[in-house]
């Protein structure tokens, strides 16, 4: 005769069991179904997103910074959970062993294994050894304070061969985003305000905008047609042009609708479980 205390046990070992087993296949699916996309994103949504990662990083708020590193990968690009995951890790471990030792040589294959999941994941096949030494080419270019617009040439160098289209439409995109980055570490001494952070938020957008309608018009968007509201079909270059035009309104809005700045800027996002090397790290912020 077992003893009652033993029957629980196994009911609770096989109720694990089955539980980890539903996650694993739920996960499994929704990895196999997952269709990345790398036009598929919202560009106010990728500014805001960019800038409270920006802000994350720099305020040392890890856990945020996974979350919403997630939420751009899964939410924005279509990554499934268990690439958006890994995207995450290997973006992370870069950013960190790169604000360590800008010459630490586990920085660069941790880039290799990002780049190798994006093109495996959308099936753009593109030089991945090539982007992730792009990648971290403009890291470093930023850190020895380089000008913007020498790095955003960097920037535009490893946009183009991911999304495959000619350097010269993607570099006003990555000026922009330069422009964002020298923003923001011309007051890294100092505590950035909301203002600031906002206005972080507004370059951005208008970056992301800038580059949708760059690959859109290079033939690299999921639909080479949208329809106006009258129901009749506008080019591509329209498209973009009434989102580019849309930022701004929207930005100054959103302000309304949310009743406070930060809500606008950032999310707070909770997590039960981030990868365990972000949670020691106490190393003073500073541009990558």
């Known amino acids: 005769m077992h003893h009652p205390h033993h029957r629980v046990l196994r009911r609770i070992f096989a109720a694990t069991v089955t539980l980890a087993l539903a996650v694993a296949v739920g996960v499994w699916f929704q990895h196999a179904v997952s269709k990345p996309n790398m036009m598929g994103f919202d560009p106010q949504e990728m500014g805001r997103l960019e800038s409270a990662m920006w802000r994350r990083y720099y305020e040392r708020h890890w856990p945020q910074l996974a979350c919403q590193t997630m939420e751009g990968a899964c939410g924005q690009y279509r990554f499934s959970w268990w690439d958006g995951s890994l ?10 062993f790169f604000r360590k030792k800008t010459d630490d040589p586990r920085c660069l294959p941790e880039l290799d294994r990002y780049y190798a999941i994006i093109s495996s994941a959308t099936g753009q096949k593109f030089d991945v050894r090539a982007a992730a030494a792009l990648e971290l080419q403009w890291w470093k270019e930023r850190r020895r304070q380089v000008a913007p617009k020498d790095y955003a040439r ?12 000619p350097e010269e439409t993607v570099l006003p995109a990555a000026r922009m985003r330069a422009d964002a980055m020298a923003y923001r570490d011309a007051r890294w001494d100092g505590k950035m305000t909301e203002a600031e952070w906002q206005e ?54 959103a302000q309304c609708r949310f009743g406070c700045p930060e809500a606008f800027t950032t999310k707070l996002w909770q997590a039960e479980a981030i990868h365990q090397f972000l949670d020691d790290i106490s190393i003073p912020a500073r541009p990558l």
């Open 87 to 96: 995207l995450s890790l290997h973006a992370a471990r870069a950013a960190l």
């Open 154 to 165: 960097t920037i535009a160098q490893v946009t183009a061969l991911v999304y495959g289209v």
């Open 200 to 253: 972080i938020a507004r370059q951005l957008m208008l970056a992301y905008a800038s580059l949708k309608e760059a690959v859109t018009n290079a033939g690299c968007g999921e639909e080479s047609e949208a329809k106006g509201a009258d129901g009749d079909f506008i080019q591509p270059s329209e498209v973009a042009r009434k989102q580019h035009a849309q930022v701004i309104s929207e930005h100054s809005q």
